[in-house]
Nanobody
Framework: QVQLVESGGGLVQAGGSLRLSCKAS????????MGWYRQAPGKQRELVAD???????NYADSVKGRFTISIDNAKNTVVLQMNSAKPEDTAVYYC????????????????WGQGTQVTVSS
């Protein structure tokens, strides 16, 4: 069993900062990537940022220069630092991990957190 638990969502004013954290737990053999996606009402889920276990990060154009993603491999934790928040960043943010478990080292799968609400007021 693998669980992803997110924390840090909430309400922030435009221009403010918020820090999202996600910890993966369970019988995890290795993690390939961890990342954050978001889904606003009436819109499709979209990638915000992801990062490989060796620290290579990828960002959506809309958040480049404002958000920073980092990973702690020892703790199986990924953090999204959101700065200069905008009202259009308002969404439910989901953590994702691409990993394999000890029970089946040949199979890599994606796992999702339950989501955390981020609201940016103007």
């Amino acid at each position: 069993q693998v669980q992803l638990v997110e924390s840090g969502g909430g309400l922030v004013q435009a221009g403010g900062s918020l820090r999202l954290s996600c910890k993966a737990s369970g019988s995890i053999a290795s993690i390939n990537t961890m990342g954050w996606y978001r889904q606003a009402p009436g819109k499709q889920r979209e990638l915000v940022a992801d990062i490989t276990s060796n620290g290579s990060a990828n960002y959506a154009d809309s958040v480049k220069g404002r958000f920073t993603i980092s990973i702690d491999n020892a703790k199986n934790t990924v953090v999204l630092q959101m700065n200069s928040a905008k009202p259009e960043d308002t969404a439910v943010y989901y953590c994702n991990a691409h990993l394999r478990q000890w029970a089946n080292l040949r199979s890599w799968s994606h796992y999702w957190g339950q989501g955390t609400q981020v609201t940016v007021s103007s």
